[in-house]
């Protein structure tokens, strides 16, 4: 009898070791990532606006980041701002954080100051890389998260008129499209509060309309990962939009409008004005941890418990 006992032991503990170390060398790409934990130190609640590149300068005037701003640039670039400019509506609620060692901002003093050390400890390289592996795992959602296609458009669809985008109703749904341009309409999204809905565009250009969210669906699940060069990022029109914006590229323009979400944008040309308000209201700074990394800790925890099960039983007999 006691013999089985510990054979039935040993095999349960050999099983939960077996499991740890199949969801250890899972891939991060499982179902159970989102969008926030995909960007980690480069993603909402870090920043609201983040840009990076190497050479150029952008600038900003009589506008709001309701949050943090971030310039990562490698090599370093001391003089990124340009032309930044008072008004209104001139404000940083965050702080700058910015690896080089000048950015003249025009009068406007952010409430949170300035530092050269990234959120996180994070080098300026370092974000730029999980920027860069952020649009390669987005453009590759089907493979990468088992994305299933977002019903209301079709493949490669060029969006010019009101349209509506439906995510599935948990997990992940990509959408790939030629470009977004909205000008007399709005596009909407459609997803619940489990849904994660990626939309590859090669251009987004709102001059007359906005893009909203319905089904409890927020703007930290729905990215745009916007993959063309030159001035592939224009938001210009009265309003709000909904999302996080990836836009690498060169030349992008932000006036006007209210963006619920972030900015991730190319370094130089970058143009933000007229009134434009960023907020980023996500609730938490802290990358989220995968789901199977806290289910393997827990089994680690039942693994030991089990040894020492085993070794407490063989003393009482």
Not at 45 to 73: C, Q, R
Not at 129 to 155: I, K, M, R
Not at 277 to 284: E, F
């Amino acid at each position: 009898m006691l013999t089985q006992i510990r054979l039935r032991q040993s095999r349960l503990v050999t099983t939960l070791n077996v499991a740890l170390l199949a969801l250890i060398l899972a891939p991060a790409s499982q179902a159970s990532s989102t969008i926030v934990s995909v960007l980690g130190y480069a993603g909402p609640g870090y920043y609201s606006l983040l840009v990076e590149g190497s050479t150029g300068t952008f600038s900003m005037s009589d506008s709001t980041v309701d949050g943090n701003v971030g310039i990562a640039t490698n090599p370093v670039n001391n003089a990124p701002c340009s032309g930044w400019g008072g008004g209104a509506n001139a404000a940083i609620t965050g702080t700058i954080y910015n690896n080089g060692s000048g950015c003249n901002t025009g009068g406007v003093t952010p409430a949170g100051g300035t530092s050269s050390t990234f959120p996180g400890g994070q080098s300026a390289s370092a974000l730029i890389s999980d920027v860069n592996t952020a649009v390669t795992d987005f453009s590759n959602a089907a493979t990468d998260y088992g994305a299933v296609a977002a019903t209301g458009v079709t493949n490669n669809q060029a969006v010019s008129s009101a349209v509506t985008i439906t995510a599935a109703s948990s997990g992940w749904s990509v959408a790939n499209l030629a470009s977004i341009t909205e000008s007399n309409g709005n596009l909407t999204i459609s997803g619940t509060a489990n849904s994660q809905l990626v939309i590859n565009v090669g251009s987004i250009d709102i001059t007359n309309g906005e893009i909203t969210l319905t089904g409890g669906i927020t703007p930290w699940d729905v990215v745009f990962n916007v993959t063309g060069g030159s001035d592939a990022l224009t938001i210009n029109s009265a309003g709000t939009s909904d999302g996080i914006f990836i836009a690498p590229g060169t030349g992008n323009s932000l006036h006007d409008q209210t963006v619920n979400g972030e900015v991730i944008s190319g370094l130089s040309g970058l143009a933000i004005s007229s009134s434009f308000t960023l907020d980023d209201t996500y609730p938490s700074a802290t990358p989220e941890p995968d789901t199977y990394l806290l289910f393997g800790g827990a089994l680690v925890g039942l693994a030991f418990g089990g040894k020492k099960l085993a070794a407490w039983q063989q003393r009482r007999r």
